[in-house]
C-alpha cells in the first residue's frame, strides 16, 4: 500500500464522518484563537509601559496555562466521542486485511490534516482578532495614549507546538486502544457497555456525603477571613458528589422509577428508562461534566460581573480613609514633625494640594490572638491575625475626644475578623476589651488579604507592656510606625502622584544621616490603577474561560446528541414495528432528550445557590463587595436566566440532529 491510498482514505474517512469531525474542529480553532489572543497580551512589551501592565500581565499568563490544561483535557475528552463512533469502521478494515499498523498510520494523516488546518486556522483568526482585545483591554485600563501591540515572537511557534503536540497525545491514545484491541471486539466497540451497569449502592453514598458537605461549607461560612480556603474544599467536594451522583445515583434512580410497574409499564416511560438505564454508566460522566463547565462559567461570571458593577473604589475605600498614606518607621517625635514640613513643601512645589492632613503613631504587631469568652479561663485556638497597637492619646487627637482606658483595656475594631470578646491574650498579655469599635475614622483602616486584622486602641504603658512580651521576637519585627494620612484632591495624573511621593520619599530619608529609614507609601489612584490592571485582567480572562467552557459544553451536547440518536434509531424502529405511533416517538424522543439533557442545567442553578454564600464571603474578603450581597444576587440571577436561555437554544439547535437520525418527522 502506497502513501497516497492512505491519503485518500484519510480524507474520504473525513468527509465521511465530517458530522462529527466538523465540530470537532471548530472547537479546536476556537480554542487555538483564544490562546493565541491570551497568549500575545501575556507576554507583548506593549503593556510593559503603561501603569498596572504587569499585574494585567500576570493575570493573564494564569489565563493561558488554564486555557492550555483545559485544551488537554477536553481535546482527549471530545476526540473518545470520534474514536467510539468508528470502532466499528477500524474492526472491518482489520478483517478485511488492513494491518492496525495501516489504520494507524491513515489515523496519523487525519489526526495532521485536522489537527494543522485547525491550528492554524485558529492561530489566522487569533491574529486578525488581538488587536481588538488589546484595544478593549486598553479601554479596561483606562489608557489615553494607545502604544502599538507587538506580537511576541514566540506566540506562533509556541501556539503550533503545544496544540499539535496535544493532537499528537491523542493519535497516540487512540493507537493504544486500536492496538490492545481485537477486531471483533473494534466491531463491537460501539455497543460496549450495554450491559446494565451494577448499582453501586457506596458511590451513592460517597456522592451525596461530598455534595451535602460541600453545601454545608459553603451555606455555613461565617468568616470571611477563612472562606477561600473554604471555597476550595467545598468546589472540590462538590465536583466529587456530582459525578458520584450523576454516575451512580442516576442509575438508582432509574432503577426505582423500574420498580414501580405503575409508571415504567407505559409507552413513553418504558422506552425512555430502559435506554437510559443501560447507557447512564457513560452518559453519566458526560452529564456530570456539562453540569460542572455550566457551574464554573456561572460562578465565575456571576461574580466577575458583580465586581465590575460594584466600582473600582470599593477596594480603595475598605483599605483608605485619605487618598494617599505615608508609613515611616524608625521616627522620633522631632524627626516627625520635620517629615510633615517636607510633605507640606513638597505638595506646594508639586502642586498637589495636602489636605485634611493626619498623623499618628502605631506597632505593627505580628501576633495571635487567644480568645476567651466572658471569664472563663479556657482559651479557644488561637486566631491568626494582623493586629495594629495605637495609642490612645494618638486617637483621642484624631477624633477631638478625651476618653479613658483602665489599665488592661481596648478598644478594638476588626477587618474581616468576628468581634472580639471580652478578654483575649495578645500572646502571654492579658487583655480586656471594653468595646467593640464599628468605625474608626479619620484613623486609617488596615485589611490584610489573608487573614483578619484588628486594630487595638491602648495606653501607652500597656503598648509597651506588649511589645515586652514580643521582645524574642527578631528585631524589626516589632516597631513604632508613624503614619501620615491625606487627601490630594481629584485631577491628577498616576505619574504626577508618583513623582510627588517620591521626592517626599527623599526628603524623609536625608532626615537620617545613615539612611536606615523606611518608607512605605500608598495611594488611592495607584490601588484603583492596579484594580483596573488586576481585575480587568481577571474580568478578561473570566469571560475568555467562559466562552471555552461553554464552547466545551455544546460540543459535548452536541456530541451527545448524534451518538444517542444513533444508538436509539434501531430501537425505535423495532418499537414502531411492535405497535408504537409516530406519535408515541415523539414524546418519547422528547421526554428522554429533556430528562438527559435539562439535569445538569437544573443541578447548575442548585450548585449557583448553594455557592452564593461563600462567593460573597470572598467578594467580602479580598475587597471587592461591601457586606451588601444584593447586587450579587441580582447578577447571579440574571446570569442564570442568560445562561439558561443560551442552554435552551443550544439543546433546540443540537436536538434537532437527533430527531433527524431517529426518524426524519
Same mark, same amino acid.
Given at each position: 500500500?502506497?502513501?497516497?491510498?492512505?491519503?485518500?482514505?484519510?480524507?474520504?474517512?473525513?468527509?465521511?464522518?465530517?458530522?462529527?469531525?466538523?465540530?470537532?474542529?471548530?472547537? +479546536?480553532?476556537?480554542?487555538?484563537?483564544?490562546?493565541?489572543?491570551?497568549?500575545?497580551?501575556?507576554?507583548?512589551?506593549?503593556?510593559?509601559?503603561?501603569?498596572?501592565?504587569?499585574?494585567?500581565?500576570? &493575570? @493573564?499568563?494564569?489565563?493561558?496555562?488554564?486555557?492550555?490544561?483545559?485544551?488537554?483535557?477536553?481535546?482527549?475528552? &471530545?476526540?473518545?466521542?470520534?474514536?467510539?463512533?468508528?470502532?466499528?469502521?477500524?474492526?472491518?478494515?482489520?478483517?478485511?486485511?488492513?494491518?492496525?499498523?495501516?489504520?494507524?498510520?491513515?489515523?496519523?494523516?487525519?489526526?495532521?490534516?485536522?489537527?494543522?488546518?485547525?491550528?492554524?486556522?485558529?492561530?489566522?483568526?487569533?491574529?486578525?482578532?488581538?488587536?481588538?482585545?488589546?484595544?478593549?483591554?486598553?479601554?479596561?485600563?483606562?489608557?489615553?495614549?494607545?502604544?502599538?501591540?507587538?506580537?511576541?515572537?514566540?506566540?506562533?511557534?509556541?501556539?503550533?507546538?503545544?496544540?499539535?503536540?496535544?493532537?499528537?497525545?491523542?493519535?497516540?491514545?487512540?493507537?493504544?486502544?486500536?492496538?490492545?484491541?481485537?477486531?471483533?471486539?473494534?466491531?463491537?466497540?460501539?455497543?460496549?457497555?450495554?450491559?446494565?451497569?451494577?448499582?453501586?449502592?457506596?458511590?451513592?453514598?460517597?456522592?451525596?456525603? +461530598?455534595?451535602?458537605?460541600?453545601?454545608?461549607?459553603?451555606?455555613?461560612?461565617?468568616?470571611?477571613?477563612?472562606? #477561600?480556603?473554604?471555597?476550595?474544599? =467545598?468546589?472540590?467536594?462538590?465536583?466529587?458528589?456530582?459525578?458520584?451522583?450523576?454516575?451512580?445515583?442516576?442509575?438508582?434512580?432509574?432503577?426505582?422509577?423500574?420498580?414501580?410497574?405503575?409508571?415504567?409499564?407505559?409507552?413513553?416511560?418504558?422506552?425512555?428508562?430502559?435506554?437510559?438505564?443501560?447507557?447512564?454508566?457513560?452518559?453519566?460522566?458526560?452529564?456530570?461534566?456539562? +453540569?460542572?463547565?455550566?457551574?464554573?462559567?456561572?460562578?465565575?461570571?456571576?461574580?466577575?460581573?458583580?465586581?465590575?458593577?460594584?466600582?473600582?473604589?470599593?477596594?480603595?475605600?475598605?483599605?483608605?480613609?485619605?487618598?494617599?498614606?505615608?508609613?515611616?518607621?524608625?521616627?522620633?517625635?522631632?524627626?516627625?514633625?520635620?517629615?510633615?514640613? =517636607?510633605?507640606?513643601?513638597?505638595?506646594?512645589? =508639586?502642586?498637589?494640594?495636602?489636605?485634611?492632613?493626619?498623623?499618628?503613631?502605631?506597632?505593627?504587631?505580628?501576633?495571635?490572638?487567644?480568645?476567651?469568652?466572658? &471569664?472563663?479561663?479556657?482559651?479557644?485556638?488561637?486566631?491568626?491575625?494582623?493586629?495594629?497597637?495605637?495609642?490612645?492619646?494618638?486617637?483621642?487627637?484624631?477624633?477631638?475626644?478625651?476618653?479613658?482606658?483602665?489599665?488592661?483595656?481596648?478598644?478594638?475594631?476588626?477587618?474581616?475578623?468576628?468581634?472580639?470578646?471580652?478578654?483575649?491574650?495578645?500572646?502571654?498579655?492579658?487583655?480586656?476589651?471594653?468595646?467593640?469599635?464599628?468605625?474608626?475614622?479619620?484613623?486609617?483602616?488596615?485589611?490584610?488579604?489573608?487573614?483578619?486584622?484588628?486594630?487595638?486602641?491602648?495606653?501607652?504603658?500597656?503598648?509597651?507592656?506588649?511589645?515586652?512580651?514580643?521582645?524574642?521576637?527578631?528585631?524589626?519585627?516589632?516597631?513604632?510606625?508613624?503614619?501620615?494620612?491625606?487627601?490630594?484632591?481629584?485631577?491628577?495624573?498616576?505619574?504626577?502622584?508618583?513623582?510627588?511621593?517620591?521626592?517626599?520619599?527623599?526628603?524623609?530619608?536625608?532626615?537620617?544621616?545613615?539612611?536606615?529609614?523606611? #518608607?512605605?507609601?500608598?495611594?488611592?489612584?495607584?490601588?484603583?490603577?492596579?484594580?483596573?490592571?488586576?481585575?480587568?485582567?481577571?474580568?478578561?480572562?473570566?469571560?475568555?474561560?467562559?466562552?471555552?467552557?461553554?464552547?466545551?459544553?455544546?460540543?459535548?451536547?452536541?456530541?451527545?446528541?448524534?451518538?444517542?440518536?444513533?444508538?436509539?434509531?434501531?430501537?425505535?424502529?423495532?418499537?414502531?414495528?411492535?405497535?408504537?405511533?409516530?406519535?408515541?416517538?415523539?414524546?418519547?424522543?422528547?421526554?428522554?432528550?429533556?430528562?438527559?439533557?435539562?439535569?445538569?442545567?437544573?443541578?447548575?442553578?442548585?450548585?449557583? @445557590?448553594?455557592?452564593?454564600?461563600? &462567593?460573597?464571603?470572598?467578594?467580602?474578603?479580598?475587597?471587592?463587595?461591601?457586606?451588601?450581597?444584593?447586587?450579587?444576587?441580582?447578577?447571579?440571577?440574571?446570569?442564570?436566566? +442568560?445562561?439558561?436561555?443560551?442552554?435552551?437554544?443550544?439543546?433546540?439547535?443540537?436536538?434537532?440532529?437527533?430527531?433527524?437520525?431517529?426518524?426524519?418527522?
Amino acid at each position: 500500500m502506497n502513501s497516497k491510498f492512505f491519503w485518500d482514505l484519510a480524507l474520504s474517512s473525513i468527509r465521511r464522518n465530517r458530522q462529527s469531525y466538523l465540530p470537532y474542529a471548530l472547537s +479546536c480553532m476556537g480554542t487555538v484563537m483564544m490562546f493565541y489572543i491570551m497568549f500575545v497580551l501575556a507576554n507583548t512589551a506593549a503593556f510593559r509601559d503603561i501603569y498596572g501592565g504587569r499585574s494585567l500581565q500576570m &493575570t @493573564l499568563g494564569f489565563g493561558v496555562w488554564v486555557i492550555l490544561l483545559f485544551a488537554l483535557l477536553f481535546m482527549f475528552y &471530545t476526540h473518545s466521542f470520534l474514536i467510539k463512533r468508528r470502532k466499528k469502521e477500524f474492526g472491518l478494515f482489520n478483517i478485511l486485511g488492513m494491518e492496525k499498523k495501516h489504520i494507524g498510520s491513515v489515523l496519523a494523516m487525519e489526526t495532521a490534516l485536522v489537527g494543522l488546518a485547525s491550528t492554524l486556522a485558529g492561530v489566522l483568526l487569533g491574529a486578525l482578532l488581538v488587536k481588538l482585545m488589546y484595544l478593549i483591554v486598553l479601554r479596561m485600563l483606562g489608557v489615553s495614549g494607545l502604544p502599538p501591540l507587538s506580537i511576541p515572537e514566540s506566540a506562533l511557534p509556541f501556539t503550533l507546538v503545544a496544540f499539535l503536540l496535544i493532537h499528537s497525545l491523542t493519535l497516540l491514545n487512540t493507537l493504544r486502544e486500536i492496538h490492545l484491541s481485537s477486531p471483533v471486539s473494534l466491531l463491537k466497540g460501539e455497543h460496549l457497555g450495554e450491559r446494565e451497569p451494577r448499582g453501586r449502592v457506596w458511590l451513592t453514598l460517597l456522592g451525596m456525603i +461530598c455534595l451535602g458537605a460541600g453545601y454545608a461549607l459553603s451555606l455555613t461560612a461565617q468568616q470571611v477571613a477563612t472562606s #477561600i480556603s473554604q471555597f476550595f474544599l =467545598a468546589v472540590m467536594l462538590v465536583i466529587i458528589g456530582t459525578y458520584a451522583l450523576f454516575i451512580a445515583g442516576s442509575i438508582a434512580i432509574l432503577r426505582s422509577l423500574r420498580r414501580n410497574k405503575a409508571f415504567y409499564y407505559q409507552p413513553r416511560h418504558f422506552s425512555v428508562i430502559a435506554g437510559m438505564i443501560h447507557r447512564m454508566k457513560r452518559n453519566a460522566a458526560g452529564l456530570a461534566t456539562i +453540569c460542572i463547565l455550566s457551574t464554573m462559567v456561572l460562578v465565575m461570571m456571576s461574580s466577575t460581573l458583580t465586581i465590575f458593577a460594584a466600582g473600582e473604589t470599593l477596594q480603595t475605600k475598605i483599605l483608605m480613609n485619605r487618598d494617599a498614606r505615608i508609613t515611616v518607621f524608625p521616627i522620633d517625635d522631632e524627626q516627625a514633625a520635620l517629615a510633615k514640613a =517636607a510633605l507640606l513643601e513638597e505638595g506646594k512645589k =508639586a502642586g498637589v494640594p495636602v489636605e485634611n492632613l493626619t498623623s499618628y503613631r502605631k506597632v505593627n504587631l505580628p501576633a495571635d490572638l487567644g480568645m476567651r469568652e466572658g &471569664t472563663t479561663e479556657t482559651a479557644e485556638k488561637p486566631v491568626s491575625a494582623g493586629v495594629y497597637l495605637v495609642p490612645l492619646e494618638d486617637y483621642n487627637a484624631l477624633q477631638q475626644s478625651a476618653l479613658t482606658l483602665s489599665p488592661g483595656e481596648a478598644l478594638s475594631h476588626s477587618a474581616y475578623g468576628k468581634p472580639l470578646p471580652h478578654q483575649v491574650m495578645l500572646g502571654d498579655y492579658p487583655l480586656r476589651v471594653r468595646e467593640n469599635l464599628k468605625h474608626i475614622a479619620p484613623l486609617e483602616e488596615y485589611a490584610h488579604m489573608m487573614q483578619a486584622t484588628y486594630t487595638l486602641i491602648m495606653n501607652h504603658g500597656d503598648i509597651a507592656q506588649a511589645m515586652r512580651a514580643f521582645a524574642d521576637m527578631p528585631e524589626g519585627n516589632i516597631r513604632w510606625e508613624r503614619v501620615f494620612a491625606f487627601d490630594t484632591g481629584s485631577g491628577l495624573s498616576p505619574e504626577q502622584v508618583e513623582l510627588f511621593l517620591a521626592n517626599v520619599r527623599q526628603r524623609i530619608v536625608d532626615l537620617r544621616p545613615d539612611g536606615q529609614l523606611f #518608607i512605605n507609601t500608598d495611594h488611592r489612584m495607584a490601588l484603583q490603577t492596579d484594580f483596573r490592571a488586576l481585575f480587568g485582567g481577571l474580568l478578561f480572562v473570566a469571560v475568555f474561560l467562559g466562552l471555552v467552557f461553554i464552547m466545551a459544553m455544546v460540543l459535548i451536547i452536541y456530541y451527545k446528541q448524534v451518538s444517542e440518536g444513533l444508538e436509539d434509531k434501531a430501537r425505535f424502529e423495532i418499537m414502531q414495528k411492535v405497535g408504537m405511533s409516530d406519535q408515541e416517538v415523539r414524546q418519547t424522543v422528547k421526554s428522554q432528550v429533556l430528562l438527559v439533557f435539562f439535569i445538569p442545567l437544573v443541578m447548575a442553578g442548585i450548585h449557583l @445557590l448553594a455557592a452564593y454564600n461563600i &462567593t460573597s464571603k470572598v467578594l467580602i474578603f479580598t475587597g471587592l463587595l461591601t457586606t451588601r450581597t444584593s447586587l450579587l444576587a441580582i447578577i447571579s440571577l440574571a446570569t442564570y436566566i +442568560c445562561f439558561a436561555l443560551f442552554y435552551v437554544l443550544v439543546y433546540v439547535k443540537t436536538s434537532s440532529s437527533y430527531y433527524k437520525i431517529v426518524k426524519a418527522f
